[in-house]
């Protein structure tokens, strides 16, 4: 995502973000308190001083110790959460992935995994008399709800932009090989506007709306730059050794 967003800054477009990815960024910045202060390598910095280095490994060393030191000092990272609502929330580290689960009544349980930013949507501004650009950051989301006793269950397949859930696809996947059954149904949003209303209400009360949407963005730009710091780091120690 790191790659994504610092390409569209040298096209100018970071600067005009979308005013809820800029809400979530500047949230970051505010919340220090509860910033994660330490990272595995950060204890000692300089620990290759007892070690020769050539010219070359030494300078790739000083880059990535000042890479580490701007990304932390630009938005220290916070620890992740581990609840959203009614939702458990499983980070997984070192994958571009996250697993949110709950139960909804006495016998279903909805499982969502959850993509780090996949995709970037350049859009006009809005207003008669711009001509600039804003960027639009984009996660994807597989929404699994199943019933207990039921050998079947309803996945959903979303797009997760910053304020608004969008879904694309309905699929029924049998339990017995985790796989959708061969029919994998209509584009959603091909199917009667009735149907396509009284879904977006099912999955609304369990919790999968434009507020889950908030949360997944500001979650996932705290997650890439946990990281982008960890890969950093587990560079630096590698060039180090």
């Known amino acids: 995502m790191a790659g994504l967003i ?12 979308s005013a809820t990815s800029k809400a979530l960024i500047n949230g970051l910045h505010c919340q220090s308190r509860n910033a994660i202060s330490t990272f595995p390598f950060q204890s000692s910095p300089y620990s290759t001083d007892t070690i020769t280095k050539s010219p070359f490994e030494a300078n790739i060393l000083r880059i990535l110790r000042n890479e580490i030191e701007y990304q932390i000092e630009y938005a220290p990272p916070q620890q992740p959460a581990t609840k959203f609502n009614s939702y458990t929330v499983e980070d997984q580290p070192g994958k571009q992935l996250m697993i949110m689960k709950a139960k909804y009544g006495e016998i279903e349980d909805i499982e969502i995994k959850v993509s780090m930013v996949d995709a970037v949507e350049v859009v006009p501004k809005p207003g008669d008399d711009s001509t600039g650009e804003n960027v639009r950051l984009h996660i994807s989301l597989l929404v699994c709800i199943s019933k207990e006793n039921y050998s079947d269950a309803i996945e959903c397949w979303c797009s997760a932009w910053p304020d608004s859930l969008v ?12 796989r959708p059954s061969l029919y994998k149904g209509p584009h959603f949003g091909s199917v ?6 009284v879904f977006r209400r099912y999955l609304e009360a369990r919790g999968v709306n434009d507020e889950l949407c908030a949360f997944l963005h500001e979650y996932m730009i705290n997650k890439d730059r946990i990281e982008l710091i960890t890969w950093l780091g587990k560079i630096k120690s590698l060039v180090e050794k």
């Open 192 to 197: 009667c506007e009735k149907l396509q209303k």
């Open 6 to 17: 610092r390409s569209a800054a040298q096209r100018t477009l970071f600067s005009s973000y």
């Open 167 to 178: 879904i694309h696809k309905l699929y029924v996947r049998t339990n017995d090989n985790k």
